[in-house]
């Protein structure tokens, strides 16, 4: 409501005092002594009392409520916001989705439900182009697509037509560092037997971390890797190592061996002899990586762009073009939502290791990518898409 309208229904409430009686009040009270307008002045204070008393409150309220009104909140009210994720069901990511949902949806103004749907299609592209080109822009469809997506245009992958760095990004649930695990019977136990020792792990085919992974330290460091592949995933590949096929799995995480082999770690039946990151894990503190045997910042660059995506390792997004202060309710929703204390009880019970990613950090880690020489570029993406030096197939 607008003051003029406001002021129009006071007016209709409560009765005029009349200019001249304003401005001479001696000419008003010789009317009232002469009986002119008599019934009209003695109603007036019964009227204005009952204003005072029962309508001004009321006007207060609707116009506090009115200047306080919320557009994001009256936008979302009764509206769906559709989930993209560029995984399956039943994986991680909607796992993840599921799980946050509720929780993201009570911190958003207006409380709009959140129905997550699966996109997958060629290693999670198919969702970003969708959300990049197709998707509502105003603020009704996010997405949540696999963390090395981003990165796809920048190593020159044909069917990747978007452009991360004009994405909306709200932020990640989680960051994650990829280990390298040997088998307790195995003679690898650290990374100076990585690199004197033949080392075999398990892969899952071309393209995938644990087959890139391998290939990448067997080029940069000179270790003695080599992918044994064909496993249909990484619970395979744990089996395949309790039953003496392959020696280890390089590319797991320390969340996915805990929710699968909660008693691998406590009884000692595998070892880390190194994680690929850029610095060490405060979660592995004891465990060497990677990056500190870089031999020079162009090899320490090369590891930065390679493990980026794992800083943000569940990114949500917004398309390009959600207004600016509905990308801003996202994200102040998304931290809300995150350090909820009933959404950090669900995370623990269903062990879906959290940690908080703010949008602007998701967008410098994808900018800081796109930045990278050249010849940083290119060497990360020979080591995408070469195979480990020596590679078999699994018995």
């Known amino acids: 409501?607008?003051?003029?309208?406001l002021s129009a229904v006071i007016a209709g409430l409560v009765p005029a005092i009349p200019l001249r009686d304003a401005l001479c009040p001696s000419k008003r009270d010789a009317r009232h002594k002469a009986g002119h307008d008599?019934?009209?002045?003695?109603?007036?204070?019964?009227?204005?009392k009952l204003w005072l008393v029962f309508v001004a409150p009321l006007l207060l309220t609707f116009a506090s409520g009115t200047a306080h009104a919320d557009p994001v909140a009256d936008f979302y009210r009764g509206k769906q916001i559709f989930w993209i994720l560029s995984t399956g069901e039943g994986g991680g990511y909607a796992a993840y989705a599921n799980a946050f949902a509720p929780y993201f949806s009570a911190h958003i103004p207006g409380k709009p439900k959140i129905v997550v749907q699966t996109m997958p299609g060629a290693g999670g592209i198919r969702a970003m182009i969708y959300l990049h080109s197709r998707a509502p822009k105003d603020g009704t469809t996010i997405g949540m697509v696999h963390s090395s997506v981003p990165f796809a245009p920048l190593y020159g992958l044909q069917e990747a037509k978007f452009d991360p760095r004009q994405m909306n990004w709200i932020g990640s649930l989680d960051a994650s560092t990829a280990i390298c695990l040997a088998w307790h019977a195995s003679p690898i136990k650290t990374w100076q037997d990585v690199l004197d020792k033949e080392f075999t792990v398990g892969g899952t085919g071309a393209g995938s971390h644990m087959e890139t992974l391998p290939a990448m330290?067997?080029?940069?460091?000179?270790?003695?890797?080599?992918?044994?592949?064909?496993?249909?995933?990484?619970?395979?590949?744990?089996?395949a190592m309790e039953r003496g096929e392959v020696e280890?799995?390089?590319?797991?995480?320390v969340a996915?061996?805990?929710?699968?082999?909660?008693?691998?770690?406590?009884?000692?039946?595998?070892?880390?002899?190194?994680?690929?990151?850029?610095?060490?894990?405060?979660?592995?503190?004891?465990?060497?990586?990677?990056?500190?045997f870089a031999k020079d910042e162009r090899t320490r660059q090369i590891v930065r762009l390679f493990t980026a995506p794992q800083e943000m390792d569940r990114p949500i997004l917004a398309p390009p073009g959600v207004p600016a202060e509905r990308v801003a309710i996202l994200r102040e929703a998304f931290h809300a939502a995150i350090n909820d204390p009933?959404?950090?009880?669900?995370?623990?019970?269903?062990r879906l290791d959290t940690h908080e990613i703010d949008g602007p950090r998701v967008?410098?880690?994808?900018?800081?990518?796109?930045?990278?020489?050249?010849?940083?570029?290119?060497?990360?993406?020979?080591?995408?898409?070469?195979?480990?030096?020596?590679?078999g197939s699994r018995p």
Request: glycine share 10%; charged share 20%.
């Open 248 to 253: 280890g799995r390089c590319g797991g995480l």
């Open 1 to 5: 409501m607008t003051a003029t309208t």
């Open 38 to 48: 008599g019934g009209e002045i003695a109603a007036r204070p019964k009227l204005q």
């Open 342 to 350: 009933g959404f950090i009880a669900e995370a623990k019970k269903q």
């Open 256 to 292: 996915s061996v805990n929710s699968t082999r909660p008693d691998w770690f406590p009884q000692k039946k595998v070892t880390i002899p190194m994680q690929i990151a850029l610095e060490r894990s405060p979660q592995l503190s004891d465990v060497p990586a990677v990056g500190e």
């Open 363 to 391: 967008a410098k880690i994808i900018e800081s990518g796109y930045a990278m020489p050249a010849d940083v570029v290119k060497a990360v993406h020979a080591a995408m898409n070469v195979g480990s030096s020596a590679k």
């Open 217 to 239: 330290l067997n080029k940069l460091f000179g270790t003695r890797m080599r992918v044994i592949s064909g496993y249909r995933g990484g619970n395979e590949i744990y089996l």
